[in-house]
């Protein structure tokens, strides 16, 4: 029904439309693959991942973690993935009147029905996201944002323009498309009293508001806008990562060829880490469950991606540009990507806690790259937080954080039949005891505790004493890799010596460390966090316990490092029940769970605002519970200074102590 | 032939230079060497009773307005003078941070061999000394292949000893006409009075079982009483009632005090962290659970409000008698 002109018109503007789109994605793609190669295959089990993929996508499974918000966003969604073959009819429309995907079929009526509903429905999704965003104002939505305005306004728009577009060809009998109208249709009703010629007009007006928003929108996908994430939202999920969260890469330290080591410059990313800034819808989700965002430091995990994400658009096209010729590229346009595109402050506050990633709609993997750039600050620019720089050096001349005398690492296990690997050569469990639980004097009761266990269930262990230290696995955190790895070389060597099935450690830090990042380093160890091996003992009944006289209300701490980097959250609970503790649930746990504050290297550095272990003891308090169960050193100590500070009279006890205390003598 | 040692001066002599005429005094006798003595300053009028029976035969004293404050070239020039005026087959100085740079200066400037910071000297046929590497996690023996030989000596590791009343002889020498090309100005001085708690001898130092800041003063009164520096555990700062230039612990200053009296500090291992080095540690707790008195060499179980001032008290009694 187009007039010559106006299809002359249209070809030239759709031209141009797919023109720009083509230009804009192929520079947007170059951004992404400007990027190093990523350390983990991401192409790997490729039908899982489609099939992940797609899930996630169609049942839109993480986004309905929120129903409410999901199930509008989930109309919208499904709206998309129909409208397509409607966009498809609109276009080609214009030049083949009465132009159809599924020709003059019954399969094109019930298609063009289900356009219809749609239309309605996508319309209500956005209002009702619109309304949440803009009336509502949720925390993780800060700063008000144009962006999602625009979009909407769009999408809305050109649904309306659908409907009405349809509605008055209805109603002037000149609809040449083909199937039952059920929405447009009524809608006509409404033009009744129109005469015929202002009909027309505003039959093409709608017609030409149809094309251009859905033309705007596919622009606006590639400016980009977070509308972006249409793309690469699910090219993010396709490609996300399948090894262990809190795992982190092996640095090549011996690489001759490397003239840096860690990330300072936007194009030393992967392509991954790239293609994650691209993805993100600046949702929130993030933010909101942050222990750093949310007691006011300076990490805001959202505004940091967001950063990069305008540092990759802003300063990358110039990159690509000198990357073909030899023109130094220094701090281009004078923006840095450490100080201007996000602050060092926001680098050094993270806790690696990896509530971000848990939350995350879109797979975007926040963590590594804050590790990467305090790597780089660390062993090019030896710029960290002075604090740590005492602690750095203890663990490397005392092997220990604290400075305390290596010869002194068993004095724990004096008196307490505890075997040393030195005389035993060779044992069934090689109990790796940690710093804590070596000179902490509060953390040696769970060794002992530990220890006691052991011998009541007459296992076969023995420890390293003297010979143990501190694999640095918080100072890698912090980004000082060398320090790291050679603390690794000299462990893999001791541990070489003797002969023993597994490793039990009490501690979730040193557990990740031994299980996720050791086999990088060629070995292959069985690793049991001592929550497992409890399970374990208590299933196989090798413990005789007396149950309580009184079952005292427990409620149990989720470390981040056992709990969501290693997905253990079941096995402390069962031990604590097997103890006999009534155990209380509560809305912060399990995934979820908040941060205590010492992870990411944070356990020797300086706080500074209001403190994480302070919130995380008040909703662990807020659960009603007479008492707090742990199981990672780290965390007690927090918990412990926490609630000694605010004068509660309830106490933090590990899982182990917990079931010393219940064992028949 | 003979051993030259170096008796560092900020205005009064430093022990550091006593203790190493002491070790040099070794290396004398063992190889039948007299040991001479250098010092460089405004004027020596220090009592000379102060190197009685160290051994030293003959004192150089160069004294001038502008050897008062270190200066690399004046110094360095009359050192190479004197020893090769000496024949000094040994020179000997303390290894402070005028030291170190002193003698490599003058080891480069004589073209002699050299070892800094080291906790041992001996002679066995040749200068021997005993010197830590890799952050003290190796000690090493090192021994001279030739001489003159220069070493440095760590404070704190010899011991002053006197043996009778001998004093040297002192030989008092104007500075000789140096080319020198730079001039001291003027030097910035810290705040006097203010007992730096990185260098305190004697810590008090108090933690949440003070239970305010109004408390304050009755640590105070223990620090006059001792000559003390006042100390905080992380927990006073963190609480607002100290200021964090007082915080001794892991994120804090690590102190090495002979005497540390920790008050109301429950002994958390940050904390620990920061003093665990000192050599007599008394802890006042009301906990007698408190992991400090694992740690400590004497313990208190009781009210440090009315332990302190008792304590405080019966130090200025024995003080006045």
Same mark, same amino acid.
């Given at each position: 029904m187009l007039t010559t002109l106006e299809k002359v018109l249209f070809f030239f503007i759709l031209t141009g439309s797919m023109g720009y789109f083509l230009w804009r994605t192929w520079l947007l793609i170059r951004l992404v693959r400007m990027g190093k190669r990523d350390p983990e295959c991401r192409t790997e089990h490729l039908p899982a991942r489609v099939g992940g993929m797609l899930a996630d996508v169609f049942l839109q499974r993480r986004v309905l973690r929120k129903p409410v918000t999901g199930l509008f966003h989930l109309l919208i969604v499904w709206g998309f993935f129909v409208f397509a073959v409607n966009t498809i009819n609109h276009f080609a429309g214009a030049f083949f009147p009465g132009f159809h995907l599924f020709g003059e079929t019954a399969l094109a009526n019930h298609y063009t029905m289900l356009a219809d509903l749609f239309a309605v429905l996508i319309l209500a999704g956005v209002l009702g996201l619109a309304i949440r965003r803009y009336l509502f104002r949720p925390a993780g939505l800060t700063p008000r944002s144009v962006e999602s305005a625009i979009v909407f306004f769009f999408i809305g728009g050109a649904m309306a323009a659908y409907l009405l577009n349809n509605a008055v060809e209805i109603a002037i009998n000149?609809?040449? =498309?083909? =199937?039952?109208? @059920?929405v447009a249709g009524r809608l006509a009703a409404l033009f009744g009293g129109m005469t015929e010629i202002p009909l027309r007009v505003l039959g093409h007006a709608a017609w030409w508001c149809d094309a251009i928003m859905h033309l705007m929108l596919i622009a606006l996908l590639v400016i980009p806008t977070k509308h972006l994430h249409l793309a690469a939202g699910p090219l993010n999920l396709l490609f996300k990562r399948s090894r262990p969260c809190a795992q982190m890469v092996k640095m090549d330290l011996e690489d001759e060829n490397a003239s840096s080591f860690g990330v300072s410059r936007i194009e030393e990313f992967s392509w991954k880490q790239n293609l994650d800034l691209f993805a993100c819808i600046e949702c929130g989700r993030c933010s909101t469950h942050c222990p750093t965002a949310i007691t006011g430091k300076a990490l805001n995990p959202k505004e940091f991606i967001v950063g990069l994400k305008h540092h990759l658009l802003e300063t990358g096209p110039d990159t690509l540009a000198a990357q073909g010729s030899d023109t130094k590229k220094d701090g281009i346009n004078g923006k840095n990507l450490i100080g201007d595109a996000v602050s060092k402050d926001a680098v050094w506050s993270c806790t690696t806690c990896g509530n971000c990633v848990e939350h995350c709609p879109m797979g975007i993997e926040h963590i590594d790259k804050i590790t990467d750039m305090r790597a780089h600050l660390v062993l090019m620019q030896s710029d960290f937080p002075p604090e740590a720089s005492g602690t750095f050096r203890n663990m490397e001349t005392a092997g220990n954080p604290w400075g305390f005398a290596p010869e002194e690492r068993a004095n724990w296990a004096e008196d307490m039949n505890v075997p040393v690997m030195m005389e035993k050569k060779r044992a069934d469990i090689l109990w790796w005891v940690g710093c804590s639980g070596a000179y902490d004097e509060r953390c040696k009761k769970i060794s002992v505790a530990m220890a006691k266990i052991l011998n009541a269930a007459g296992m076969d262990f023995a420890i390293l004493g003297k010979e143990e230290r501190c694999n640095c696995e918080s100072a890698r955190r912090l980004g000082n890799e060398y320090l790291y790895q050679t603390a690794t070389r000299e462990i893999i060597e001791t541990l070489n010596k003797y002969e023993f099935r597994r490793i039990l450690t009490t501690c979730p830090h040193c557990y990740n460390t031994f299980k996720n990042? #050791?086999?990088?380093? =060629?070995v292959d160890y069985e690793v049991i966090h001592h929550s497992e091996f409890l399970e374990e003992l208590m299933a196989a009944k090798r413990l005789q316990t007396v149950p309580p006289s009184i079952r005292n209300t427990t409620v149990f701490h989720d470390s981040c490092y056992l709990?969501?980097?290693? =997905? @253990? #959250?079941d096995a402390p609970r069962k031990v604590l029940e097997s103890a006999g503790c009534a155990l209380v649930s509560f809305r912060e746990e399990k995934k979820g769970a908040l941060c205590c504050g010492a992870g990411g290297g944070h356990m020797w550095l300086d706080e500074a605002g209001e403190s994480i272990a302070g919130h995380r003891t008040e909703e662990l308090l807020s659960s009603g519970a007479a008492g707090i169960a742990a199981a990672c050193p780290f965390c007690i100590t927090m918990l412990t200074d926490e609630l000694k500070k605010s004068g509660s009279a309830t106490g933090v006890l590990d899982i182990a102590e917990i079931i010393a205390l219940h064992i028949t003598p | 032939m003979s051993i030259l040692v170096i008796l560092e001066q900020r205005g009064n002599l430093k022990i550091c230079g006593l203790e190493a005429a002491s070790a040099s005094r070794k290396v004398a006798e063992a190889s039948g060497m007299t040991l001479n003595a250098l010092y460089l300053g405004r004027a020596f009028d220090e009592n000379p009773s102060v190197l009685a029976g160290l051994g030293i035969s003959t004192l150089y004293a160069y004294e001038n307005e502008d050897l008062h404050y270190y200066s690399n070239e004046r110094y360095v020039h009359i050192l190479c003078e004197l020893a090769r005026e000496l024949e000094a087959k040994v020179i000997v100085c303390p290894a402070t941070a005028v030291g170190k740079e002193l003698c490599a200066s003058a080891a480069a400037r004589l073209q002699i061999e050299l070892a800094q910071d080291c906790v041992a000297l001996d002679w066995n046929e040749t200068l021997k000394a005993v010197k830590p590497i890799y952050a003290g996690k190796v000690i090493s023996d090192v021994s001279f292949s030739k001489l003159p030989g220069l070493v440095s000596l760590r404070p704190n590791t010899a011991a002053i000893e006197r043996r009778g009343e001998d004093l040297p002889a002192i030989v008092r020498r104007d500075m000789p006409l140096i080319p020198a090309r730079?001039?001291?100005?003027e030097v910035a001085e810290a705040m006097s009075g203010y007992v730096d708690l990185t260098e305190a001898k004697i810590i008090v130092a108090g933690g949440r079982g003070i239970g305010g800041p109004e408390n304050w003063p009755v640590l105070q009164d223990l620090c006059e009483a001792l000559g003390a520096a006042l100390g905080a555990s992380r927990a006073a700062v963190d609480a607002g009632w100290?200021?964090?230039?007082h915080q001794v612990g892991q994120t804090g200053k690590v102190v090495c005090p002979d005497l540390y009296i920790a008050c109301g500090i429950s002994g958390a291992i940050q904390h620990l962290a920061g003093m665990r080095t000192a050599k007599i540690i008394v802890a006042i707790n009301r906990d007698p659970e408190a992991p400090i008195f694992q740690f400590c060499d004497y313990g208190i179980v009781g009210d440090l409000l009315e332990i302190v001032p008792k304590l405080a008290g019966e130090i200025r009694n024995r003080r006045t008698n």
């Open positions: 000149t609809h040449e =498309g083909v =199937g039952h109208h @059920i990042e #050791y086999p990088l380093f =060629g709990g969501r980097h290693n =997905g @253990i #959250y | 730079s001039t001291i100005l100290i200021d964090a230039s």
